[in-house]
């Protein structure tokens, strides 16, 4: 499955494909089921044991092993969850690891509060050309981080208004829904020159880059 990501450990993949054709056959999305698979193959990895001697422990390290906001743990957590769920219920495995496990506490936010203007700032004026354009696709296209690691260079629309060009960006969210947002003309001339027909933010493998390498990339750059 998805062979042109890097996959996971023999142990697992039988299991994983169970469960991918599983969530197919539900009709989840494809970057939903993509998403699931990610992670868990990140996680299988990562932990280096067979599915069924994962504990609870192995669960919470890789939870906390990388610099992670709540929203990207709770992913985490989700997708971990879904194929033991999976596999408990079509009798793979008697135990869920996560089940066990107290649920993450995401911080209340009534609204998303900007980032302080110095911190744009530096992002902004970054040296690396894609960490720029994360935080500028964030801070001035106000898009989420799944949204910005998914831009493609076709995404880039387009039109002519009283002779002068007009510029929106189609914007791909989760479940498979799509926004249009309007650009300035120099970011999307540098979304075009940089991706060209492909995607902006590349994967190390093949396809977009993952949501929680675009959060590093933002939060190391504005500080």
């Not at 879904?82 to 506490?105: D, G, H, T």
Request: glycine residues 6%.
């Amino acid at each position: 499955m998805f062979t042109s990501h890097r996959q996971p450990p023999a142990s697992w993949t039988k299991l994983i494909d169970e469960w991918v054709l599983d969530m197919q056959a539900r009709c989840l999305t494809e970057r939903t089921v993509e998403s699931y698979w990610y992670r868990v193959t990140d996680f299988a990895r990562v932990c280096s044991k067979p599915p069924r001697q994962v504990s609870p422990v192995d669960v919470q390290s890789w939870l906390t092993e990388s610099d992670l906001d709540a929203s990207a743990k709770v992913g985490r957590r989700a997708s971990i969850n879904e194929f033991y769920k999976w596999a408990v219920r079509s009798n793979k495995m008697k135990n869920n690891p996560v089940a066990s496990l107290p649920p993450i506490k995401r911080p209340k936010k009534p609204t998303k509060q900007p980032a302080p203007e110095s911190a744009v700032a530096a992002g902004v004026w970054a040296e690396n050309l894609k960490a720029r354009l994360m935080v500028r696709l964030d801070a001035e296209a106000g898009l989420r981080r799944e949204e910005i690691s998914k831009v493609k260079g076709p995404d880039v629309i387009e039109s002519v208004h009283a002779g002068e060009s007009i510029y929106h960006l189609l914007v791909h969210g989760k479940g498979g829904k799509t926004r249009i947002v309007p650009i300035s003309n120099d970011l999307a001339q540098e979304i075009r020159s940089t991706a060209g027909e492909g995607w902006l933010f590349p994967g190390k493998v093949d396809g977009h880059c993952c949501v929680d390498h675009a959060y590093r990339v933002i939060k190391r750059t504005t500080g």
